[in-house]
């Protein structure tokens, strides 16, 4: 399955596909994934709906390929999600490396000691 994501409205700007009963993906699918039209985003992308939901537990097995999709260390990461009513989607979503996170928290924890010291000075 080729999903280009080109923006943030689904079924306009990025690929989507819409299953009016139950969805089932076969071990060994491959979700592909690529920019288009020079959009770089970081979702979420609800790249396929099922309105009687989806019948794997998880996607173990299914292959996200993200060759033409790439963001620096970022990291594409694939999920079922509930929509309502028993409608389910697989949602897209661009995050950054752990690593980066927590270089993140780091900065965020050094900034804030050093304000309080100067408020006390």
């Known amino acids: 399955m080729a999903a280009e994501l080109g923006g943030d409205e689904q079924g306009v700007s990025y690929d989507w596909i819409e299953v ?7 071990a060994g699918a491959i979700i592909d994934l690529a920019w288009y039209g020079g959009y770089i985003g970081h979702g979420p992308f609800d790249i396929l709906t099922a309105r009687g939901g989806i019948t794997n537990e998880d996607l173990d097995g299914i292959l996200l390929r993200a060759d033409e999709a790439g963001y620096g260390e970022h990291q594409w990461v694939a999920s079922i999600v509930e929509l309502g009513d028993g409608a389910e989607a697989i949602r897209l979503e661009l ?11 780091l900065a ?4 804030g000691g050093y304000i309080r010291r100067r408020r006390a000075a």
């Not at 009016?20 to 076969?26: E, I, N, P, R, V």
């Not at 995050?95 to 927590?102: G, L, Q």
């Not at 965020?108 to 900034?111: D, K, R, S, W």
């Open 20 to 26: 009016f009963g139950q969805a089932t993906l076969q």
């Open 95 to 105: 995050v950054p490396e752990p690593a980066t996170m927590a270089l993140l928290g």
């Open 108 to 111: 965020v924890t050094g900034l």
